[in-house]
């Protein structure tokens, strides 16, 4: 069945270019052992704004999967997905998804409807990682440290008029959205406008929080413990969608340059952060750590970037974690909300 592809979207990876003979064919004399492996499912691109970035994420796991002699699939999660899914004979989807239709919850559920174990967390967990505000509120709820904030819902009100009450700087964002898409640093009240105009094209719902003045952190967080906390110091003030996924355009200090008294704070938020909002097997929290060493809790990724740029890679890899390790363990721990 042909891909139903937007205007100027890429193409899902052609998972023959990753090995001699096609998925799930092995020979040899251990053939036999090969093949009682798991077949897998890599689900990839998706429909949202982060699709060049998920297919970066599913052709790394698809050339560690062949590395490992996984059998695959490499399913592009389009708008036929629903019924390509239900075709395929697989025993685990392993998700290479990011942002919306993909780590909100959406792919989630029909994975759950269909009984097929998928790596990540599940529906609910999902969801309210991916919702800014929810997950801002469970973070209050539980005493866990983030930015004041402001909530503009113009899909319930669109003609409302938006009344800033915090004071600038500020930053705004969409509420449902990832990798920094749509993200303004607004350091003049003049901006505010410009900047929710942006926002609201990727959702109606935008998010206004307090600015916290200092180091940009993130803590990888893999099976209940937290990784080697990073230190993002791009090349220019913000840490944006170009500087993140451009090689040579962001330094990343492992471990961060912080003292041990704000690094244990920022594992043990982060940990809070991963187990309040209910995920499992791995994400990745983002704090801000402001000129006193507080550490707050901007939001959490529940399917973490695994390119070549990547952040969960490399703060793995100081602890000797390797891709592989990560891929076989996604792999083999993929499950069910409801088993």
Known sequence: MPLNLRKNQQAPPDASKFAEK?????????????????RVGVLLGGVGSE?????????????SLTKLGYPFDAIDVDINFPQIIATKKIDCALLALHGKYGEDGTVQGILEYLKIPYSGSGVMASALGMNKVATKRILTHVGVPTP???LFDFKRNPKQKAQLKLQIPIVVKPNNEGSTVGVTIVQNQNDFDDALKLAKQFDPIVLVEKFIDGKELTVPIWIDK???????????EFYDYTRKYTAGQTEYLIPAEISQEASKKCADYALETFKAVGCRQYARVDIRLDKKNNPFVLEINTLPGCTETSLFP?????????????VETLVESATLDYT
């Open 314 to 326: 490399k703060s793995a890899a100081k602890v000797g974690l390797s891709f592989e390790n990560i």
């Open 22 to 38: 096609p998925p799930g064919t092995f020979v040899g004399p251990y053939a036999k052992i090969l093949d009682m492996k798991k």
């Open 226 to 236: 937290a990784l080697p906390i990073i230190e993002i110091v791009p090349k220019g």
């Open 51 to 63: 699709r060049e970035i998920s297919l970066k994420t599913g052709t790394a796991f698809i050339k």
């Open 148 to 150: 004041e904030f402001q």
